[in-house]
């Protein structure tokens, strides 16, 4: 049971590594959250070449538990470096820190990162199955029995992490906890250690406590934070369960980053932007007095509405640490918006609020910009404006923004405001865009947002008594110029017709481009055409990859451990494309909720550990294991397709679909779990070469889900939406069970 402790440990740990690694690199690439796929593939190949390499020689070595002592030790000694390393990336390649990294740059300084990291882990699973077959004698069920664990142990992390250290502690707090943790491991449950690794192990653990309670660690802590940040005068750093929050002050001016991107700047913010964006909106309606905004309204925009007769104004912020940071280090400016009378301070996801709220308003305005990632992208879709729609009074006005040019719009930047406009022209009977370095979109089913020229504009300025700044009677005949209004709608001639929606979010897909082709020129092509993707070609894709594995395989006598691989590896590849659908489906529903999804993620563990468990327990009295492993195929296939189906209705069910949504987790999680050991049992002969069998299992279980977090954040979910993604997963489980069953028929062909 020691060693069991032991993996436990291991699987605990792997996952507490990962999450801050996750989110430490989020800072460093200014909160751009499509990239996190990048690094999360990053991960799990690097941990699949430490499940391979060491499992194909942990087999050839005497002294086993030597080498997983080591393994653990150096896994424990490279953590904290990593996140180092992972913090002062930037400052290390001379790149600014408020600047932004391309694609190449984040892929090859991520994957660096974490490979000390990550490798060690890997290696350390496939130690963990040998070690404890060659121990028990139970070769059949190691494989199984040390999945289950670990994934028991990533369980544990995923719940104990996100609740109880992340919002007490820091990161190299956290990480020094883990290795003091790892390594004493090692010395209580390792049994057969030679002295030399011993007096390694225990010297690793005096360093770690004395530099951990020695307040060395602290002043660790704030050099790394000041050298990511250009030495720059930092007032605080904290982590919320939503993200990190960095206040800087420079020359009385504070910016407030959040996840490494400036949001909020006071007390002097960019003027131009706030004006237009808050004044234009309510000039162009008749008396506004109910004002709803959803994110980024402190630092200027609430103190421009509030010039206006205003009686309420609802300012909904997700994160409440950023409000309580506004609260801790006041401006004069973001004092008194905050602290007005008529504002409303809503800590709760925006798109959840206006689901849930009964209240009407007069404006509601956006203040995020920029569909860059899924949870912002909820904003912006067709679902949200005929959401929004309900909420607004009679001749009532949505207001958003988007990159813009006042001379020239780019294709990519036409295709991106073009499918978001599309999107409103079908809730809204009128929209107008106001046309600059960023579009003014304004929606409404009055007519009047259309026919309001500048003259009535600057008379409700006089009317109402409002110091609109730069927006004067000469300024407004130039922004509402007809002839700009002309030239906008002729340069969108040609532009895309899709349109943007919760399930098919191609808005995130042309913020990509559009970053893309500033930071990362040299992916612009692949990431173009990679835009033209269609189910049926990737059909025909992946119908040409199983003729060619047929083809290659004939008559060869691999062909059924090649079979068992294939499906894992597709199998793999559901595992994360599943993860990512299913919470990409729960943000759309209830809001961007850090703490339900990392719970969600746990119940997923669970399921895979306890179909582990099962698998294991009933190897011995399994007769046909291929004939299982093709109906388990068959269930993965139904399961994603019955996915596909349910989770769009469920947002007409709010009240029963938080139930739902962790069934969906669970049985998913269980499908997985139920075929690995399934799987090394075809893949193993007579209990040979364990540790071989489950550095190539986990290996091509591992490939698969970085196949999936490479392509589907960033391609399969904006491009071919939800139902054709799931689609694409049904596609590929039907290749590894044509080949499955093609195997079966050529060994038993009496069958």
Not at 180 to 199: D, E, K, T
Not at 582 to 611: C, N, W
Request: hydrophobic share 50%; with cysteine; proline share 3%.
């Amino acid at each position: 049971m020691s060693f069991f402790a032991l993996i436990f440990i291991i699987g605990s740990s792997g996952t507490a590594a990962q999450v801050m690694l996750l989110r430490e690199l989020l800072v460093s690439f200014n909160g751009n959250e499509l990239v996190l796929g990048i690094v999360l593939a990053n991960w799990i190949i690097a941990e699949a070449l430490g499940v391979f390499l060491i499992g194909s020689y942990i087999d050839k070595v005497k002294g086993k538990m030597n080498v997983l002592a080591l393994l653990q030790a150096a896994f424990s000694f490279a953590l904290p470096l990593s996140i180092y390393f992972a913090r002062t990336l930037k400052h290390a390649m001379g790149i600014p820190s408020a600047e932004a990294m391309g694609l190449a740059g984040m892929f090859y300084s991520s994957f660096l990162i974490m490979l000390p990291v990550s490798f060690c882990h890997g290696a350390l699973f496939s130690c963990c199955c040998k070690a404890y077959a060659e121990d028990s004698g139970d070769y059949a069920g190691a494989i199984g029995k040390t999945y289950a664990w670990e994934t028991a142990g990533t369980l544990f992390a995923g719940v104990f992490l996100t609740y109880f250290l992340i919002p007490f502690m820091n990161s190299f707090q956290i990480a020094f906890s883990i290795s003091i943790l790892n390594l004493s491991a090692c010395l209580f449950f390792i049994n057969r250690l030679g002295r030399p690794v011993r007096l390694i192990v225990a010297a690793l653990i005096l360093f770690a406590a004395v530099f951990s309670s020695s307040g060395a660690l602290n002043k660790f802590h704030g050099y790394s934070i000041r050298k990511q940040w250009d030495n720059r005068d930092i007032l605080d750093y904290r982590n919320s369960i939503y993200g990190n929050i960095t206040v800087i002050r420079k020359q009385g001016e504070q910016t407030f980053f959040y996840n490494g991107s400036p949001v909020i700047t006071s007390p002097h913010p960019d003027s131009i932007f706030t004006q237009e964006t808050a004044h234009l909106p309510l000039l162009f309606h008749e008396g506004p007095k109910d004002i709803l905004v959803i994110g980024a309204g402190a630092g200027g925009l609430i103190n421009e509405i509030l010039k206006h007769p205003v009686t309420r104004v609802d300012y909904a912020e997700s994160d409440p640490l950023l409000i309580e940071m506004l609260e801790r280090y006041p401006t004069g400016l973001t004092k008194s918006e905050l602290e007005d009378e008529r504002v409303n301070i809503i800590s709760k996801d925006g798109r959840f609020f206006v689901r849930q709220t009964p209240s009407r308003y007069d404006i509601i305005l956006i203040g995020l910009s920029n569909p860059d990632d899924l949870s912002t992208n909820r904003l912006f879709t067709k679902e949200f404006f005929d959401l929004a729609k309900k909420k607004l009074s009679e001749a009532g006005i949505l207001a958003i923004h988007l990159p813009g040019s006042s001379t020239y719009l780019s294709g990519l930047m036409r295709d991106l405001n073009a499918c978001v406009l599309n999107s409103l022209n079908l809730s809204f009977a009128h929209t107008r865009v106001i046309p600059g370095d960023y579009n003014i979109i304004l929606a409404s089913d009055s007519a009047g947002i259309e026919t309001a020229g500048s003259g009535l504009i600057s008379g409700r300025i006089k009317q109402r008594g409002v110091n609109a700044g730069m927006l004067t009677g000469s300024y407004l005949d130039y922004k509402l110029d007809k002839g700009r209004s002309e030239w906008f709608r002729e340069s969108l001639a040609g532009a895309t017709e899709r349109i943007n929606q919760d399930f098919a979010p191609y808005a995130v897909f042309q913020m990509l481009l559009f970053w893309n082709k500033q930071f990362s020129p040299g992916f612009l092509k692949v990431m173009e055409a990679m835009g033209h993707l269609s189910l049926a070609s990737l059909f025909f894709l992946i119908l040409s990859l199983t003729l060619i594995i047929l083809f290659i395989l004939r008559g060869k006598t691999g062909f059924s451990k090649f079979s068992a691989a294939y499906g894992i590896f597709t199998t793999g590849f559901f595992g994360m494309l599943i993860n990512l659908i299913l919470i990409f489906g729960y943000q759309v529903i209830y809001g961007y909720l850090y703490y339900r999804i990392g719970l969600f993620i746990s119940i997923f563990m669970a399921g895979t550990a306890l179909g582990s468990v099962f698998m294991t327990r009933a190897l011995r009295t399994i007769k046909d294991c291929p004939g299982l492993f093709i109906k388990l195929e068959g269930a993965i296939i139904v399961f994603t397709l019955f996915c596909a189906a349910a989770i769009p209705g469920l947002a007409s069910y709010p009240e029963f679909s938080q139930a739902v949504f962790i069934a969906l987790f669970f049985i998913s999680g269980s499908l997985l779990g139920l075929e690995f050991p399934l799987a090394g049992k075809i893949y193993t002969r007579d209990g040979e070469q364990v540790g071989y069998t489950s550095g190539v299992l986990y290996f091509f279980d591992l490939l698969g889900g970085w196949a999936a977090g490479i392509l589907g954040g960033i391609v399969l979910l904006p491009v071919l939406g939800l139902l054709n993604t799931s689609m694409a997963i049904a596609f590929l489980k039907l290749s590894s069970l044509s080949v499955l069953m093609i195997c079966r028929r050529r060994s038993n062909p009496g069958r």
